[in-house]
């Protein structure tokens, strides 16, 4: 057998041949070393541009933002003027803490910019008077009614005011945008620079191998041993994300637990509230000295309970995130448990003018089900098509038999049918979103947490069952569940 390797030949080296390789491997070294300190001034500097790019879009974001908050409380205002309705007051009320946030925006991203600190400065009090002004009108509409809050109008204190706000976003966005045009010609110049000096590594490498090709046996094992390293640090990096996956989930659960003890430590001060409301709307211990505390009772009582039920359906979808909601089956009359949400909801379908209507078909009249989670599904759903549901139409509730085979192993389906506002399939997949809301502006005039459906489809799941939506805009919404 022959034997391939290379023999083991010692070459005899002169002075002037030791020479030229060490002055070959030193000029390699320096290019190499100059190349890899330019690449990294022009990272750092391309990395700075950059940062200055998302500095600069948040300043503009910021100004947008206040723009926007203030036109949506400017109009939730005039809608309260002009109808006397408090529920025009939503987008007043929801944009004022928006205006102090995005104020802090602008004041946190611009102090480093004198210019533009002048321009913040000469907006806070402008905003301030605006907030103040629209508060003065809300309460002189309440007051003195509406010519009163009119004659305000009128004088055009507000325009003024909200043109020079205007005047100063302008002034504030141009010069953003000013260093916006900047800031990524600064980009675009640092990235050519940063091409050339790669193509000089590129070339330097090329020179780098044809100066190292007599030891290239050598390099081979270099390249080797980089191999191995690679590996290693690819086997460490999927450790690493591993890891920083299980770390996500458990920070992930420990907040689904902090919830669900905070919504659960929210439940007793306000059961307690809600209940010394109660005994002082009925007058337990005696008549009031004024009739209108039992009104400001009743108030608190309605508040209260409407935030509980907000709580409460927190501390619900903490329960499922977490996986700590068990089900409490047992067998129900389906038509019985439906027959007692109508009643419930049938007050708020009257105040409502809507008409409210139960089909119990031909369901069978014995299944089994957490009838508690079951109730409150049903109420969810129905609560949710009363809402969205214009005067003068139907919410239909409709009970139905199913088959049982081994395509459909369900027993019973049950529809939730209006004739409301409807929805496109976009805004359905928003609505199954954890506190996610359509934005619409019928949707703009009823609260809640956005957990309503999610919740819904989470419970039915738990009962492995079936959950879907149909709808459509200006139609209606079916919300269908097989048990």
């Known amino acids: 057998m022959s034997d391939d390797r290379l023999p083991q030949v010692d070459i005899p080296r002169t002075p002037g041949r030791r020479w030229t390789l060490r002055s070959t491997m030193a000029a390699a070294s320096l290019l190499v070393v100059a190349i890899c300190t330019a690449i990294g001034i022009t990272g750092t500097r391309l990395a700075d541009a950059f940062d200055r790019v998302a ?27 002009l109808t006397g309705d408090e529920t025009y007051l939503g987008p007043y009320y929801s944009a004022r803490p928006l205006i102090e946030a995005r ?67 302008n002034r504030l966005l141009a010069a953003e945008q000013q260093q916006l045009d900047n800031h990524t010609n600064d980009v675009f110049t640092n990235f050519r620079i940063a091409m050339i000096l790669g193509g000089s590594a590129a070339i330097g490498l090329v020179v780098l191998t044809f100066a190292y090709i007599r030891i290239q046996d050598r390099a081979h094992r270099q390249q080797i041993a980089l191999t191995r390293v690679l590996e290693t640090a690819k086997v460490e990096l999927e ?69 509980l039920d907000m709580i409460n359906q927190i501390l619900d979808f903490s329960k499922v995130e977490a996986g700590g909601l068990e089900l409490e089956l047992e067998a129900l009359d389906p038509v019985e448990l439906a027959e007692g949400c109508i009643d419930m909801l049938r007050p708020m379908a009257d105040q409502n003018q809507v008409e409210l209507i139960l089909d119990p078909g031909d369901a069978p009249r014995r299944i089994v089900a957490d009838p508690v989670r079951l109730r409150q599904i049903l109420v969810n759903l129905l609560s949710n098509a009363v809402k969205f549901t214009p005067e003068g139409r139907t919410v239909r509730l409709e009970l139905a038999a199913v088959p049982v085979d081994a395509a459909t192993p369900w ?71 097989a048990l």
């Open 55 to 81: 500095d600069t879009r948040a300043v503009i974001a910021a100004a947008d933002g206040l723009l926007a908050a203030l036109t949506d409380a400017e109009t939730g205002q005039r809608g309260f003027l």
């Open 411 to 481: 027993l019973i389906r049950i529809r939730v049918c209006d004739q409301g506002i409807g929805m496109t399939p976009d805004q359905i997949q928003v609505a199954l979103t954890p506190f996610g809301q359509v934005d619409n502006s019928m949707a703009r005039r009823h609260a809640g947490t956005g957990l309503g459906l999610p919740l819904a489809r989470h419970m039915i799941e738990l009962h492995n069952g079936r959950f879907a939506i149909e709808s459509e805009p200006g139609v209606g919404t079916t919300v269908e569940i």
């Open 103 to 169: 104020i802090a925006d602008l004041d946190r991203l611009t102090g480093d910019s004198a210019a533009q600190y002048d321009i913040l400065e000469e907006l806070s009090p402008l905003v301030e008077h605006k907030l103040a002004e629209l508060e003065e009108t809300i309460i002189i509409r309440r007051i003195g009614g509406l010519p009163a809050a009119i004659d305000i109008v009128r004088a055009g204190h507000g325009i003024q005011t909200m043109d020079g706000i205007r005047g100063g976003l």
């Open 239 to 307: 450790r690493r994300v591993e890891e920083r996956t299980e770390e996500l989930a458990q920070a992930n659960l420990i907040m689904s637990r902090f919830l669900a003890n905070v919504s659960h430590e929210l439940r007793t001060p306000l059961n307690a509230i809600i209940g010394y409301a109660d005994a002082i709307s009925s007058r337990m211990l005696g008549p009031l000295g004024n009739d209108r505390y039992a009104e400001f009772a009743g108030n608190i009582i309605f508040s209260g309970r409407h935030l």
